[in-house]
């Protein structure tokens, strides 16, 4: 079963919709883009809502998965997705990772993917190994037992402005009961306490790509469920 996510809402004026509400988020401006605020747990929500007492004021919404991607996308288009604020279990979803999660893409995949004629993607090991985040999500992964098989890579394209990055790729279990929307929150949360300053990583789930391709053919899995 997917993780739920809690969503604090409250009521405003008139919808759009004759005789709805319209519907106010917690928000925060992250890196650039405005955010809605959610919580992995309501634990996490009580230990914000002391610094943040106006969340008094709003009700909460329980969601799974996909659904809170699909959420930010509809209700609120170009806007972001802000975790665990102010806690040590903080990640942000930039609005083009929302698009993507609620569409059952992976993490930005037009990075990796669609590029433009001309353009070259280099795909190959990092010379600095990431040992901090595989043990972290090597620990992880033993404890969902949701992941088959987990690779590594590094990608870079020159004429974009992102630095070289790591990418995760990831093989879920048949029919495993956690899907892959739900298991990148808890990745993301692992990974933003390994990280150095100016590091990120992506994430995406094994298909049919090139950088699936190389992974599967070209790489050794860091992670095998026994």
């Known amino acids: 079963m997917d993780s739920e996510i809690l969503v604090p809402y409250r009521e405003g004026g008139p919808g759009v919709t004759p005789g709805k509400s319209r519907l106010d988020f917690v928000t925060r401006f992250v890196g650039g883009y405005e955010a809605i605020v959610a919580y992995s747990s309501a634990d ?8 943040f007492p106006s969340l008094d004021n709003f009700q909460l919404t329980k969601l799974r998965g996909k659904e809170v991607f699909e959420l930010v996308r509809d209700i609120a288009p170009g806007m972001g997705l802000y975790l665990n604020p102010e806690t040590s279990l903080v ?3 930039p609005p083009s990772v929302v698009n993507a999660m609620a569409g059952g893409g992976s993490l930005d ?5 669609e590029l433009n004629v001309g353009e070259q993607l280099h795909i190959g090991q990092p010379a600095t190994y990431p040992n901090r985040l595989v043990d972290a999500l090597t620990a992880l992964f033993r404890r969902s037992g949701a992941v088959g098989r987990a690779y590594l890579a590094q990608v870079y394209t020159p004429a974009r402005n992102d630095p070289p990055h790591v990418v995760i790729g990831i093989q879920l279990v048949a029919n495993s009961p956690q899907k892959f929307p739900s298991l990148t929150l808890e990745m993301g949360a692992v990974a933003q306490k390994v990280l150095e300053s100016g590091e990120f990583v992506d994430f995406m789930e094994i298909d049919h790509d090139p950088l699936s391709k190389y992974m599967t053919d070209e790489t050794k899995p860091f992670y095998r469920r026994e």
């Open 109 to 113: 995949p037009g990075k990796i993917i």
């Open 44 to 51: 996490t929500m009580q230990a914000h809502r002391r610094r």
């Open 91 to 93: 990640v942000s979803f």
